[in-house]
């Protein structure tokens, strides 16, 4: 069912090695281009013809009534509501600590730089639809953006034939618990379209953030420039670093959990440990037969994207998953806290036997948009700094400005730039 990889003995760099999904965001983005430039073009009447086509919902009107999103809170299961409002407020407390605050630093007397905090204007906020159903992702984008103080945000999510052709009903309520009354449904590289052009009721967006399938991932690589990304997300992955302590039904359920996503989802076990590998090989098989969704489960963990991977220690283990940089990395180890420190490319860490990628999900307070494909080496997750910016408010007076000038004028020339020293001798040479 799950591949097996022997690495030990092996030495250099692992990553052509290890299992990974196979995607071409580029050819993929070429195909959502004339998607992208009819949306351009003709704006709302291109979404509703693109809806059609590949969702199969003829839209009267791409912005979701405010009477449906309240309608939807008001039919929620009380249990479920009682979760994301829970989710909701575990997620605020954590990125509330993420807030910056302005920073002036005086560099001499009389000249000072001060790094302002601006958040993005307006933003737009994707939440998947498909096989699953992802409320929590409303939450883990709006929260962030919320917190940062981004003054107009958007969600949008694929509209639902068995519900009228509106997103589905528990996304709404999640809208509504969070204040959220803008929302549409148009899904796919047209959504993102949307909101890097701008289409009837929606208004362009600064920026676009949220996971999606590969055309959503093409079409932010495509609009990069016209419109500011959070990241390509590809498909979800694991990577669980564990060795002969850990206890093989919860590696095995971890496993499970990620590979329900997709077919093309990562499962992938780093182990030196044979004996752990096949435990958890025994306890794959039981579970996957066990759960709802095994035959997607069954086919993501026999993909090229999942395996087992064997190494000969902890610490070429730990080599091996900083090489392969996982959307979700967990540590189920002795001493897992002293090994999860030591791990430098993953996009969240889950340390011990009861830290499960399942609760960074839903309720741990973290946030689940992730870095995919290796991009935990250089890129981090959702936050409340996606939404700001950083701007430099430079203030100096005339003493400090002569002060540094023959350095500005000496620079300058240097660079074959001479009017940029003028412009400072124009200052500081008057009488």
């Known amino acids: 069912m799950i591949s097996r990889i022997d690495l030990r003995g092996t ?13 071409d965001v580029a050819a993929a983005a070429e195909r959502v281009r004339p998607l992208c430039e009819d949306v351009r073009h003709r704006g709302v009447e ?5 809806t059609e086509r590949f969702d199969g919902v003829r839209l009267t009107d791409i912005r979701v009534p405010k009477d449906a999103i309240e309608a939807a809170l008001d039919g ?11 989710s909701i407020r ?6 509330r600590d993420q807030r910056r605050t302005d920073h002036t630093t005086r560099v001499v007397p009389g000249g000072t730089v001060t790094e302002k905090w601006i958040p993005v204007d307006r933003v737009g906020l994707y939440v998947p639809g498909g096989r ?48 959220v009354d803008e929302v549409y449904a148009v899904g796919g590289a047209q959504a993102v379209a949307m909101f890097a052009y701008g289409a009837g009721p929606c208004e362009r967006a600064d920026m676009v953030t949220g996971p999606g399938n590969i055309w959503v991932a093409a079409a932010k690589r495509l609009l990069k420039g016209v419109i500011g990304i959070d990241a390509e997300a590809g498909p979800t992955e694991i990577a669980i670093l564990a060795d002969a302590t850990a206890d093989p039904d919860y590696v095995a359920a971890d496993l499970v959990s990620q590979a329900e996503h997709d077919i093309v989802a990562a499962s992938v076990l780093v182990t030196p440990d044979e004996a752990l590998a096949e435990a958890v090989t025994d306890r794959l098989a039981v579970r996957v037969a066990a759960t709802k969704h095994g035959d997607r489960v069954r086919e993501a963990l026999s993909g090229p994207q999942s395996g087992i991977v064997l190494v000969d220690d902890l610490d070429h283990g730990l080599a091996v998953v900083n090489a392969y940089a996982a959307e979700h990395l967990e540590v189920m180890t002795a001493d897992a806290a002293a090994w999860a420190a030591r791990v430098r490319n993953a996009g969240a860490i889950f340390v ?11 309720a741990a307070g973290s946030n689940h948009v992730l870095p995919t494909g290796g991009c ?14 950083g701007v430099h408010v430079v203030e100096y007076d005339r003493e400090a400005l002569t002060d540094v000038a023959h350095h500005v004028i000496a620079l300058a020339n240097a660079e074959d730039l001479p009017a940029h020293g003028e412009a400072v001798a124009a200052r500081t040479e008057q009488a």
């Open 11 to 23: 030495q250099g760099d692992p990553r052509q090695a290890l299992p990974r999904a196979e995607l």
């Open 46 to 50: 291109a979404l509703v013809e693109l």
């Open 76 to 86: 929620l299961d009380p249990a479920v509501r009682a979760a994301l409002e829970e």
């Open 90 to 95: 575990r997620a605020r407390a954590v990125h």
């Open 132 to 179: 699953a159903v992802y409320p929590s992702s409303v939450v883990m984008n709006v929260v962030p953006a919320q917190e940062a103080g981004v003054r107009s945000l958007a969600v949008t999510s694929p509209p639902q034939s068995a519900f009228g052709g509106l997103p589905h009903p528990t996304i709404l309520a999640a809208c509504a618990l969070l204040g």
């Open 352 to 362: 011990g036997d009861f830290s499960p990628v399942s609760l960074g999900d839903y």
């Open 376 to 389: 935990a080496c250089h890129s981090g997750g959702l936050s409340v700094q996606t939404f700001l910016r």
